[in-house]
């Protein structure tokens, strides 16, 4: 029975890490003190991993939404789109290709050509239905599918940090704000200083997320190249 209550390596990874640093957050946000310098008995221990846990699911939940659905697929372009060169050159994007130049870096001509030929050869319109047939296929590598496995690990983690630390950010700058407003200078000064190692560490994180992302999607096609490649 104590088996079905482990954790596995993506619940540390995305969930209670995450939800850990978001609790953590919350607490210098809101001056608590009750997470950053906790002095809990057994008892409160096992309340916060299950408390934080939750939290991370939660946060992971907006973290794929707004990050993975709204910003990267909308704005970005996804990897997949990136390769086969079909993402938008938009003002935006145009400006993120000089930001995060790597995750605009395109596999080889070869891969590109071979991917182009497995979409007329099978009419696919949609890149989904391409990703799922990538995603079957590499079911079929056990070294690919441990590469993968440690890629979505990444990822998602990064993911959900750069949201807590982005969010975190936005809420330490306008808890510093609430206090100019009230003449107490010195928590601002405080909230600001927290509020600039959150936004720091909120986008060095996406930009990790975009890196091990773009590996992910990146070895997804490589393995269904491949398999069309053995396939003949």
Do not use: C
């Not at 990136?82 to 930001?99: H, Q, V």
């Not at 992302?213 to 003949?232: G, I, M, S, W």
């Amino acid at each position: 029975m104590l088996s079905t209550f482990r954790f596995s390596d993506y619940d540390v990874f995305a969930y209670l890490a995450t939800g850990l640093a978001g609790l953590a957050v919350t607490d210098l946000v809101l001056s608590t003190n009750y997470w950053v310098s906790a002095n809990w008995a057994v008892t409160d221990g096992v309340f916060a991993v299950i408390l934080a846990y939750i939290v991370g699911h939660l946060i992971a939940s907006l973290a794929q939404w707004i990050i993975e659905r709204k910003l990267v697929r909308v704005t970005l372009g996804r990897p997949i789109e990136i390769f086969l060169r079909r993402s938008r050159r938009g003002r935006i994007e145009n400006i993120a290709r000089r930001l995060v130049r790597q995750y605009y870096t395109e596999p080889s001509p070869k891969v590109v050509a071979k991917l182009r030929e497995i979409i007329e050869e099978q009419g696919i319109e949609d890149l989904d239905d391409l990703f799922v047939r990538a995603h079957l296929a590499s079911k079929q590598e056990p070294a690919t599918l441990v590469r993968m496995d440690s890629f979505l690990r990444l990822y998602g983690f990064a993911r959900n940090i750069a949201f807590v630390g982005i969010t975190g950010g936005i809420a330490l700058a306008i808890s510093a704000a609430w206090h100019y407003q009230y003449g107490d200078l010195l928590e601002m000064r405080e909230k600001l200083f927290l509020a600039s190692i959150s936004f720091l560490l909120g986008f060095g994180m996406f930009e990790r997320y975009l890196k091990f992302y773009r590996l992910f999607v990146l070895e997804l096609v490589l393995t269904l190249a491949h398999a069309k490649k053995d396939a003949k």
